[in-house]
Antibody
Framework: EMQLVESGGGLVQPGGSLRLSCAAS????????MTWVRQAPGKGLEWVAN????????YYVDSVKGRFTISRDNAKNSLYLQMNSLRAEDTAVYYC??????????WGKGTTVTVSS | DIVMTQSPESLAVSLGGRATINCKSS????????????LAWYQQKPGQPPKLLIY???TRESGVPDRFSGRGSGTDFTLTISSLQAEDVAVYYC?????????FGQGTKLEIK
């Protein structure tokens, strides 16, 4: 069974940092682009970042450029999101998802990030 | 960035009725080289992650009931649920995956009338 499991969320103060992880299983992780999507409380979906199969290309939404870094370790079947200089507006559920070039077809259950003093 | 605009924001339809959700992109998501529209639809129920329903604007994901259909090309797209079931109550999102950053519409909340 294909599965994605996020971890690393929690409560952090404004200006702080957090590193999210996403563990993949049940498919060939290194064969797919991977994506982070977030959803603020009561709001819609926001695409955050994605990364190419071998990590050679990365793309970000403007609101996180320079603050967030997406990375992957294909040997560990893992995706990461390093989040620095966190703001209240970064409070959200963060999902990792598999990009099979035809949409995002496998999603994790999400991990919650709360930025508050 | 490509802006995706959905309408309506919310919709109430009777059981067995037809639901139609619209999605408009600020620029074309049609790749002329392969004639494919890089447009997907997702369903999200409360407390759950989104579920991919349709990709390439009109291709149903495996296991998705055939009452769900998508159409459109270029900048204008539609998701139709032909005979609404109680389990279809959810928020629906369109997404363009033509250009990164990929972008979602703001969502359409579908309820039973």
């Amino acid at each position: 069974e294909m599965q994605l499991v996020e971890s690393g969320g929690g409560l952090v103060q404004p200006g702080g940092s957090l590193r999210l992880s996403c563990a993949a299983s049940g498919f060939s992780f290194s064969s797919y682009w991977m994506t982070w999507v977030r959803q603020a409380p009561g709001k819609g979906l926001e695409w955050v970042a994605n990364i190419k199969l071998d990590g050679s290309e990365e793309y970000y939404v403007d609101s996180v450029k320079g603050r967030f870094t997406i990375s992957r370790d294909n040997a560990k079947n893992s995706l990461y999101l390093q989040m620095n200089s966190l703001r209240a507006e970064d409070t959200a559920v963060y999902y990792c998802a598999r990009d099979w070039y035809q949409g995002l077809d496998v999603w994790g259950k999400g991990t919650t990030v709360t930025v508050s003093s | 960035d490509i802006v995706m605009t959905q309408s309506p924001e919310s919709l109430a339809v009777s059981l067995g009725g037809r639901a139609t959700i619209n999605c408009k992109s600020s620029q074309s998501v049609l790749d002329s080289s392969n004639k494919k529209n890089y447009l997907a639809w997702y369903q999200q129920k409360p407390g759950q992650p989104p579920k991919l329903l349709i990709y390439w604007s009109s291709t149903r994901e495996s296991g998705v009931p055939d009452r769900f259909s998508g159409r459109g090309s270029g900048t204008d797209f539609t998701l139709t649920i032909s005979s609404l079931q109680a389990e279809d109550v959810a928020v629906y999102y369109c997404q363009q995956y033509y250009i990164s950053p990929q972008t979602f519409g703001q969502g359409t909340k579908l309820e039973i009338k």
